[in-house]
Every structure is written in structure tokens, then in C-alpha cells.
């Protein structure tokens, strides 16, 4: 039998998909529902999950009555901690957000948390601050960056007066980012904090 390795990698649309297992490891997925989540046409997805579960990194899972076909990660793949360290590298898409989010509006501070230092179970990714964003444009980066890292990201936007305000009042939502571990991507208000 070949090394599983040599099926694992190949295309975007795998590497999308193994994210959305690696990350997300007590879910179960639908072949049209990972799709969806990766962004990537139903057809690949099944193909991929396909070749995932016979080399056993992904099972099925028992369904519910009428659910459809339903995929996990099997936790007792021999490669599963190996391929998260090397496929769940958050941080290093964090250094390039700000680019990412820059046509949204006037972006004045990017502060990351959550996933994106190595905490999976932060209550905040990704705070960003600034002026006359557009809502809609945000999401549509957001959720293309959460198709690559294969996470739903946890992310709050604010306009830079409210988040001084907030700031000055240790609000509970700047604490959840500020007090535990993060780094400041972008500090264009000068707030003073690392």
C-alpha cells in the first residue's frame, strides 16, 4: 500500500479541505456542506472526501435520519497530529490581513487573538477598528480568509471613536483581546498596548 502522504496533497481544494476537518474536529460535514464551507465546487469535494476516507483520515460518521452522508476526522489517523502542526499554520496568515481587509474602509487598528496565536478556543480572532468601512466587503474577505484557514472565524468591527470609548471603559469585548494573548497587526491610533 502507497504512503497516505503522497494522496494528501496536490490541489487548493484539498488543502481547503483538510483545514476544514483539521480545524474544526468535532464536526461532522455533509459533502454540499464542506463544499460550501471551503468554497470550492461540490463535485472536488466529493471527489477529495473520497480519496480522505480511504486512506482513513476522515470516517463516516452515524446520521441522523434523513441527514445525508455525514464526514469526521478520524482522531486515530497516524499522521493527524503531523498534519495539523504543518496545515494549521494561522498565524502566518495573520501577518497578511491587513491587506486583505485594507479596501473594506480606512483600517486604523488590527488586533488578532483566538486562532491566529495558537488559542483554538479564543472568544476573539480578529478585532478590527477604523472609519467608513463597508460592511459587506469586510464579510466577503472575511469569509474567503475562513475558506482558506478552513475556521469560522470570530471577528468584531468598530468604528475608531467607539473602540477608544470602549478602551477608556475596559469594556468586556476590547478586554477579551487585549487581555489574553494577541499580537496588534496595525496601530494607526497609537493605543500604546502590545
Same mark, same amino acid.
Given at each position: 500500500?502507497?504512503?497516505?502522504?503522497?494522496?494528501?496533497? =496536490?490541489?487548493?481544494?484539498? #488543502?481547503?479541505?483538510? !483545514?476544514?476537518?483539521?480545524?474544526?474536529?468535532?464536526?461532522?460535514?455533509?459533502?454540499?456542506?464542506?463544499?460550501?464551507?471551503? *468554497?470550492? &465546487?461540490? *463535485?472536488?469535494?466529493?471527489?477529495?472526501?473520497?480519496?480522505?476516507?480511504?486512506?482513513?483520515?476522515? !470516517? /463516516?460518521?452515524?446520521?441522523?435520519?434523513?441527514?445525508?452522508?455525514?464526514?469526521?476526522?478520524?482522531?486515530?489517523?497516524?499522521?493527524?497530529?503531523?498534519?495539523?502542526?504543518?496545515?494549521?499554520?494561522?498565524?502566518?496568515?495573520?501577518? $497578511?490581513?491587513? +491587506? *486583505?481587509? /485594507? &479596501?473594506?474602509?480606512? #483600517?486604523? @487598528?488590527?488586533?488578532?487573538? =483566538?486562532?491566529?496565536?495558537?488559542?483554538? %478556543?479564543?472568544?476573539? $480572532?480578529?478585532?478590527?477598528? =477604523? %472609519?467608513?468601512?463597508?460592511?459587506? !466587503?469586510? !464579510?466577503?474577505?472575511?469569509?474567503?480568509?475562513?475558506? +482558506?484557514?478552513? /475556521? +469560522?472565524?470570530?471577528?468584531?468591527?468598530? &468604528?475608531?471613536?467607539?473602540? @477608544?470609548?470602549?478602551?477608556?471603559?475596559? %469594556?468586556? @469585548?476590547? /478586554? $477579551? #483581546?487585549?487581555?489574553?494573548?494577541?499580537? #496588534?497587526?496595525?496601530?494607526?491610533?497609537?493605543?500604546?498596548?502590545?
Amino acid at each position: 500500500m502507497a504512503d497516505p502522504l503522497q494522496k494528501l496533497f =496536490g490541489s487548493d481544494a484539498r #488543502i481547503k479541505l483538510l !483545514r476544514l476537518f483539521l480545524f474544526n474536529p468535532k464536526q461532522t460535514y455533509t459533502v454540499p456542506d464542506a463544499a460550501q464551507r471551503a *468554497r470550492v &465546487p461540490e *463535485r472536488t469535494a466529493r471527489k477529495e472526501l473520497t480519496v480522505f476516507s480511504s486512506i482513513g483520515l476522515i !470516517r /463516516r460518521s452515524p446520521t441522523r435520519k434523513g441527514s445525508g452522508l455525514r464526514f469526521s476526522i478520524n482522531g486515530e489517523f497516524g499522521y493527524l497530529n503531523v498534519l495539523q502542526n504543518l496545515l494549521l499554520n494561522a498565524p502566518e496568515r495573520a501577518k $497578511d490581513i491587513y +491587506e *486583505r481587509v /485594507r &479596501p473594506s474602509g480606512v #483600517i486604523k @487598528l488590527i488586533v488578532v487573538s =483566538g486562532v491566529f496565536v495558537g488559542d483554538l %478556543d479564543g472568544r476573539l $480572532d480578529v478585532l478590527i477598528v =477604523g %472609519d467608513r468601512i463597508k460592511d459587506k !466587503r469586510l !464579510r466577503a474577505r472575511m469569509r474567503k480568509l475562513e475558506s +482558506e484557514i478552513g /475556521r +469560522e472565524l470570530r471577528y468584531a468591527m468598530l &468604528p475608531s471613536d467607539d473602540f @477608544l470609548y470602549r478602551l477608556n471603559m475596559n %469594556d468586556k @469585548l476590547v /478586554r $477579551d #483581546i487585549m487581555d489574553y494573548p494577541h499580537k #496588534i497587526m496595525v496601530d494607526k491610533l497609537n493605543i500604546g498596548l502590545k
